[in-house]
């Protein structure tokens, strides 16, 4: 398959340059050439299949022979090594829960592939790729465990210093072997600034293969489209003949992405729910056509922090720009952090069952889509996309209590933290790169 630039300007890409390269060289994003289509009877087949036959079905649609498929096989296998659970809360709703991978969130689906594909093209070219990665934390903290023992492959990770809360320093700064944690004597906005002059600079690039594994790659969205189709086909064995309505708290929109290509290749799903914080650019578009971004807003959810999302762009491609089309998909909601409080604390009454702030952002734009659209009266998934112990203070103003932290997070925050101190000058991070 070929995927182009959603601005159109560059040249069309394999599926390996586009997953090398990340980010078009015109500034767009990549997207495929034609989405692929599951006729009912590939779907029926698929119907009580296990996850990974699913991931690969679809991995090998999107790939088209490129990577033979045996190897596509074993990707895969390495990539879901953990189980994406369906939880019934009550008749209609459910929660899939996307956070049982190594870093407790939803972005190891995406990070894992992208790092498993890397791997399999640093090998096929026999070289050393060398991801490089500034982070506010999360993202970070998924890639650099996506790529952890992934041969052929090194990550260095840039932060801020004192920036980044404990657990998330403690998950980049104790990978170890082929994982670097520069930490960096600025802000956010200097990790940035640094990894974009690295990518500017010729000379470095003559000695090392640099690439950037950031959130918008082609082979980061992809993954997020299988736990769509496996959750639909999930639902619609225990409802036959429903489609799934899908809840999505949405931030930067790739996961929401994800999910409009499974839509649009043929599984079984009939309505999305976008669930924003105050960073609602997205859900006000969804109600009136108009595309305002605002500064990026702090909220309880931080994950969706995202003033202007970058995947809009993506999924305005995936409706050719049609407000209506997209608007008849998607409903979008917008959940302030008071009403983020009381829906933990209301799950939590009402089902024994904690969930985190961004995944309450989900619940309530589902319950709130519910009271204006009765057709949203079936069943409906909101996707899980943290594990609440990540979010420790935020469950204790909800609940008034503490959980219990799984064992492998409290190992992580157990490790010694080994970081690299680093300065916001890029003479010092150039200095760095060229003796690694
Ligand atoms: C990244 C993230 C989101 C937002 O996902 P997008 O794909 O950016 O919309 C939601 N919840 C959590 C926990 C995240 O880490």
């Not at 605002?294 to 050719?320: C, I, K, Q, W």
Request: hydrophobic fraction near 40%; proline fraction near 5%; charged fraction near 20%.
């Amino acid at each position: 398959m070929i995927f182009y630039s959603t601005n159109k300007q560059s040249t069309p890409a394999s599926f390996k340059k586009a997953t090398l390269e990340g980010l078009a060289g015109d500034g767009g994003l990549y997207v495929p050439s034609e989405i692929p289509r599951f006729s009912t009877d590939e779907i029926e087949l698929l119907k009580d299949a296990p996850f990974n036959h699913i991931a690969f079905a679809i991995a090998k649609k999107f790939n088209d022979g490129e990577i033979p498929d045996d190897s596509l096989w074993k990707i895969v296998e390495r990539c879901f090594t953990f189980e994406t659970p369906l939880v019934e809360l009550e008749k209609n709703t459910y929660v899939e829960e996307l956070f049982h991978g190594p870093t407790l969130a939803f972005k190891d689906y995406g990070a894992r592939f992208l790092a498993h594909l890397t791997g399999h093209f640093a090998q096929e070219d026999h070289t050393l790729i060398t991801v490089l990665v500034a982070t506010s934390g999360d993202t970070g903290s998924a890639v650099a465990y996506g790529f952890k023992g992934v041969p052929n492959t090194r990550v260095v990770l840039l932060y801020p210093s004192g920036k980044v809360s404990r657990l998330q320093e403690q998950q980049l700064t104790t990978v170890g072997g082929n994982v670097t944690a520069l930490e960096v004597n600025g802000d956010f906005d200097d990790c940035q600034r640094l990894v974009k002059q690295a990518f500017m600079d010729a000379e470095l690039k003559q000695c090392l293969a640099l690439t950037s594994a950031n959130s918008i790659n082609i082979s980061r969205l992809i993954p997020q489209t299988f736990y769509y189709a496996w959750g639909s086909l999930q639902l619609a064995a225990l409802h036959p003949g429903k489609k799934a309505v899908f809840s999505v708290p949405s931030g930067n929109y790739g996961n929401l992405t994800g999910g409009v290509l499974a839509k649009m290749m043929g599984f079984p799903i009939k309505h999305f729910i976008a669930g924003s914080n105050a960073n609602d650019s997205v859900t006000r578009y969804l109600e009136d056509g108009r595309y305002e971004p605002h500064p990026t807003v702090e909220t309880l959810s931080s994950a969706m922090d995202v003033g202007n999302p970058s995947n809009f762009a993506r999924l305005r491609h995936f409706y050719a720009d049609d407000y209506r089309a997209m608007a008849a998909d998607i409903s979008g909601n917008s959940v302030s952090d008071t009403e983020t409080l009381d829906t933990i604390k209301s799950v939590y009454d009402r089902f024994g069952y904690i969930i985190d702030p961004h995944t309450a952002v989900g619940f309530r734009a589902l319950e709130k889509s519910r009271q204006t659209n009765a057709t949203l009266n079936e069943p409906s998934t909101v996707m899980s996309t943290a594990h609440p112990a990540k979010f420790i203070e935020a469950i204790k103003e909800a609940l008034d209590m503490d959980i219990t932290i799984p064992d492998r997070l409290q190992e992580v925050l157990d490790r010694k933290k080994i970081s690299i101190p680093m300065s916001t000058d890029y003479k010092d991070l150039a200095a760095f790169l060229m003796k690694l």
